[in-house]
Nanobody, 126 residues
Framework: QVQLAESGGGLAQTGDSLRLSCAAS????????MGWFRQAPGKEREIVAA????????YNADSVKDRFTISRDNAKNTLYLQMNSLKPEDTAVYFC???????????????????WGQGTQVTVSS
């Protein structure tokens, strides 16, 4: 079992930056493929960014490219999402997700992940 806990959400204004963190309980954090998803009211959950196990190969959705950066600190068992140049359309609940099996690549579909955090709200005002 892997437990995930997000933090770092809150209120921001257009153009601000926030950094989300996701602390994982896994003994072997580096073996987890991980991702950040978000869900806005009335919309489906969507992938934001993902990172592979071990090598840390990353993926960013087109909507956040050049603004958001996913990273991981295996020594701290923590996944990060640095969000810059925030826009009102970034308002959503952000979830981190993890899987402990599979290839050495990233995963972009929600159904590919086994473990989920409770989410953290990010609200961006104009």
């Amino acid at each position: 079992q892997v437990q995930l806990a997000e933090s770092g959400g809150g209120l921001a204004q257009t153009g601000d930056s926030l950094r989300l963190s996701c602390a994982a309980s896994a003994r072997t954090f580096s073996t987890l493929a991980m991702g950040w998803f978000r869900q806005a009211p009335g919309k489906e959950r969507e992938i934001v960014a993902a990172i592979s196990r071990f090598r840390g190969i990353t993926y960013n959705a087109d909507s956040v490219k050049d603004r958001f950066t996913i990273s991981r600190d295996n020594a701290k068992n923590t996944l990060y999402l640095q969000m810059n140049s925030l826009k009102p359309e970034d308002t959503a609940v952000y979830f981190c997700a993890a899987r402990d099996t599979g290839e050495y690549t990233y995963y972009t579909r929600g159904r590919d992940y086994t473990y989920w955090g409770q989410g953290t709200q990010v609200t961006v005002s104009s």
